[in-house]
């Protein structure tokens, strides 16, 4: 398993930390913090109108934002998840601006590792950005990641050397399917 018991109920919480994801080390804390996501706004020095993506244990978490899906989008997602496909999905929530930033829309990813799912599955979604500084090169080890942040973060779970590409990241429009960002995933 990623992580511990302890690293579950930090993150639960309220705390941000580092740890693997099925892509690259992200900089994680539960979506549903407010203060722990603008803490990693700060932490990575991000321009606050683009909002993070987040992990998924399953695509029932999408509920939890107040998502309702058509059933051909819903069966194209089940295509693409568990997976590192991140795909973009409206949501108009209030409640959720914060992680929207005003935009209507967030980005989610079901992470292919199971592991990484079944760690989601007890901590509820995360933001998981890239574990390094808006514009700086993405980390491929946790010493990497320790010179970016050092204590600004409440934990660190090493993962090994990670050098994998961001998600793809895609939305369904009219058109069909529009890709954002190319990563190692390519879309048929």
């Known amino acids: 398993m990623i992580g511990s018991e302890k690293e579950i109920e930090m993150l639960k919480n309220g705390a941000v930390g580092v740890m693997p994801t099925d892509t690259i080390y992200g900089l994680v804390a539960s979506a549903f913090f407010r203060r722990a996501v603008e803490r990693i706004y700060e932490l990575k020095s991000r321009d606050y109108d683009k909002p993070f993506i987040i992990l998924l244990s399953s695509i029932d978490d999408l509920k939890r934002f107040e998502i309702e899906i058509e059933d051909s989008i819903k069966n194209k997602l089940m295509e693409f998840w568990p997976g590192p496909v991140s795909v973009v999905l409206p949501c108009h929530s209030l409640e959720y601006k914060y992680l929207h930033r005003g935009g209507g829309a967030l980005a989610f990813r079901v ?4 592991d990484l799912r079944d760690f989601i599955s007890g901590t509820g979604p995360l933001v998981a950005p890239s574990a390094n500084p808006q514009g700086g090169a993405p980390a491929e080890n946790i010493e990497d990641v320790k010179k970016y942040f050092g204590a600004s973060v409440d934990f660190y779970i090493d993962g090994g050397e990670l050098k994998g590409d961001p998600s793809t990241l895609i939305k369904f ?8 960002r190319q990563g190692d995933y390519r879309i048929k």
């Open 111 to 114: 992470p292919a590792d199971k």
């Open 173 to 180: 429009g009219e058109d069909g399917i529009e890709i954002l």
